[in-house]
T-cell receptor, first 112, second 116 residues
């Protein structure tokens, strides 16, 4: 079983739709969680951190469920510009530092 | 304020050769990590450098080595290249990894390595 798993998609949705992605992780010692966005042939960019209490940034909401070991990303009112690959990142603490593990990403295509 | 810069942007090598990739971190960042991203996959962690030392290492063979300089810039070296080493190599910078709030990564645009 992979340490971080994501459905690669693609998720194909119309503009204005609400879409949700999940990401599961296997290591219960994982400490911190993030969502990154990667456009085609570009570098990943931090979208948002994920906290146990859940956090929201405009149309984006991230949630962490430690008991079930998954994180989620909800995008409301999808825009064409949201089309990208969304990478889940899980950090595991190690020797005072951390080791990040990326999922393979979930592809989102928003169409008119 | 310059972000993370990597060079070269593209590179073509043949099997068995050696390659060196370079990275300059974002201004004010002291930690550099390297990732390999194959087509259709997420970035895979290679190693992390802090204070000129390898702090963490992922599951990569010894053919992959690195260095960090006093100005925090870094190099990734790959020896005895294999066809499977063809990938996008990403460098990311961050602040002191011991602080949990400093785990956010800022990526360069990467070096596309093709091994023929």
């Amino acid at each position: 079983r992979k340490e971080v798993e994501q459905d690669p998609g693609p998720f194909n949705v119309p503009e204005g739709a609400t879409v949700a992605f999940n990401c599961t992780y296997s290591n219960s010692a994982s400490q911190s969680f993030f969502w990154y966005r990667q456009d085609c042939r570009k570098e990943p960019k931090l979208l948002m951190s994920v906290y146990s209490s859940g956090n929201e940034d405009g149309r984006f909401t991230a949630q962490l469920n430690r008991a079930s070991q998954y994180i989620s990303l909800l995008i409301r009112d999808s825009k064409l510009s949201d089309s990208a690959t969304y990478l889940c990142v899980v950090n595991r603490g190690s020797g005072g530092s951390y080791i990040p593990t990326f999922g393979r990403g979930t592809s989102l295509i928003v169409h008119p | 304020d310059a972000g993370v810069t990597q060079s070269p942007t593209h590179l073509i090598k043949t099997r068995g050769q050696q390659v060196t990739l370079r990275c300059s971190p974002k201004s004010g960042h002291d930690t550099v990590s390297w990732y390999q991203q194959a087509l259709g996959q997420g970035p895979q962690f290679i190693f992390q450098y802090y204070e000129e030392e390898e702090r963490q290492r992922g599951n990569f063979p010894d053919r992959f080595s690195g260095h960090q300089f006093p100005n925090y810039s870094s190099e990734l070296n790959v020896n005895a290249l294999l066809l499977g080493d063809s990938a996008l190599y990403l460098c990311a910078s961050s602040l002191d990894p011991q602080a949990a709030t400093n785990e956010k990564l800022f990526f360069g645009s990467g070096t596309q390595l093709s091994v023929l």
